[in-house]
C-alpha cells in the first residue's frame, strides 16, 4: 500500500505520466521500478557485521551494527545518472528499494504483481483518473516506512 501511495503521487505529481502510462501499459513495470528506486518505503537497513570488515579506512568490529542509507543508494550520482530526478526512461539498474543480494525480498515479486493489477484495473475502471482539485495535494512522509496516508483522486 505504501509502495503503491508512492507510484500514484509521483504519477500525478509529474507532468505527462499519468497519460502517458495510461495509454502505455507496458511501462508500469518501469514506473514501478525507478519509484522503488527514488522513494524506497524502507529509506535505511540495519545489519550486523559477521567478520571484522574495514570499509573506506574505518574498522569496523564484528558483531557491529551498521545503518546502511537505502534512500541514499539509490540516488547515487557515480550508479544513477541524474540520480535525483525520477524517470522512468532511465537505463535499468538494480536498487535498493527492496534489498539487494542475500538480503533481497523475495516477495517483491508479487508485491510489483499486485501494483500492476491495481494501476491496470484503476485506469480501466476510472475513466480519466486524476488528483482530486479540492483535496491538498498527497504528501509522501516518514523516515522509515514512507508513503503517502492519502491520495485522494477523482474520475468521470
Not at 513495470?29 to 570488515?53: C, G, N, Q
Request: aromatic content about 10%; glycine content about 6%.
Amino acid at each position: 500500500t505504501r509502495t503503491l501511495s508512492c507510484i500514484l503521487t509521483l504519477m500525478f505529481e509529474t507532468p505527462g505520466l499519468l497519460d502517458r502510462v495510461r495509454n502505455d501499459r507496458s511501462l508500469i513495470p518501469k514506473l514501478i521500478d525507478e519509484a522503488v528506486r527514488y522513494e524506497p518505503i524502507a529509506t535505511y537497513k540495519i545489519r550486523e557485521t559477521s567478520k571484522d570488515v574495514e570499509f573506506y579506512g574505518v574498522k569496523i568490529p564484528k558483531g557491529s551494527f551498521v545503518q546502511c542509507m537505502v534512500v541514499s543508494a539509490n540516488r547515487d550520482e557515480e550508479v544513477f545518472e541524474n540520480g535525483q530526478v525520477f524517470d522512468i526512461d532511465r537505463k535499468a539498474r538494480p536498487s535498493f528499494g527492496f534489498g539487494f543480494g542475500a538480503h533481497m525480498c523475495i516477495g517483491q515479486f508479487v508485491a510489483k504483481m499486485e501494483i500492476k493489477c491495481a494501476l491496470n484495473a484503476m485506469f480501466d475502471l476510472f475513466p480519466n483518473l486524476r488528483l482530486d482539485p479540492d483535496k491538498p495535494a498527497p504528501r509522501i512522509e516518514g523516515a522509515q516506512l514512507r508513503g503517502a496516508s492519502e491520495v485522494h483522486v477523482v474520475w468521470d
